[in-house]
């Protein structure tokens, strides 16, 4: 079955950096376009980023773009987010996301805390 497994979550300082990564397994990874979601406490849950199944082509939220990047390993069945400058606004929990056959899949979610 699909599982998607989220890691690299964790507390770090306003302007500090985190490196999530999400390991795939149960379909054809390369194949996937892959998504980061986020839901902060009393949000509604928010697109992120997405990468296309081959990593040629990405998109962000305006609120992300210029300090996150997401990318791809299709040999390691992983995708990444790195986060850069981040701020107290980006503490929410953060989800792997990908769609198969008019389905979605979700992880079971990483937290990221931005606190001094």
């Known amino acids: 079955q699909v599982q998607l497994v989220e890691s690299g979550g964790g507390l770090v300082q306003p302007g500090g950096s985190l490196r999530l990564s999400c390991a795939a397994s149960?379909?054809?990874?390369?194949?996937?376009?892959m998504r980061w979601y986020r839901q902060a406490p009393g949000k509604e849950r928010e697109l992120v980023a997405g990468?296309?199944?081959?990593?040629?082509?990405?998109h962000y939220a305006d609120s992300v773009k210029g300090r996150f990047t997401i990318s791809r390993n299709n040999a390691k069945n992983t995708v990444y987010l790195q986060m850069n400058s981040l701020k107290p606004e980006d503490t929410a929990v953060y989800y792997c996301?990908?769609?198969?056959?008019?389905?979605?899949?979700w992880g079971q979610g990483t937290q990221v805390t931005v606190s001094s």
């Open positions: 149960g379909f054809t990874f390369s194949l996937n376009a």
């Open positions: 990468i296309t199944s081959g990593g040629s082509s990405t």
């Open positions: 996301n990908t769609r198969l056959r008019g389905n979605e899949y």
